[in-house]
Nanobody, 116 residues
């Protein structure tokens, strides 16, 4: 099983980034997908989720600025992040949770830094 994030990096405040997560080794369409993040010195925070039938939900920090999407044909989930703020700086993690069952998986994380 692998979840591999890409698309992170350094961006100026107000800018945009698109994170992607490529999944392999499990039946992607049976899993809800989430993005979490962890800022330095803080706990892991849920950012956004998308169910196996593409129902989406967002944490308070992401509402109106971030959009989560998935492509079941390509086994990918993405997070479009707009109007980025310095407080969005964190390591972002891709997470998979089986819709019916206990299985869940984490990616290794990818750094997003918002700074001028």
């Amino acid at each position: 099983v692998q979840l591999v994030e890409s698309g992170g990096g350094l961006v100026q405040p107000g800018g945009s980034l698109r994170l992607s997560c490529a999944a392999s080794g499990f039946t992607f369409s049976r899993f809800g997908m989430n993005w979490y993040r962890q800022a330095p010195g803080k706990g892991r925070e849920w950012v956004a989720g998308i169910s196996s039938v593409e129902f989406t939900s967002y944490g308070g920090s992401a509402k109106g600025r971030f959009t989560i999407s998935r492509d079941n044909a390509k086994n990918t989930v993405s997070l479009q992040m707009n109007s980025l703020k310095p407080e969005d700086t964190a390591v972002y993690y891709c997470h998979a949770k089986e819709r019916i069952g206990p299985a869940e998986y984490w990616g290794q994380g990818i750094q997003v830094t918002v700074s001028s």
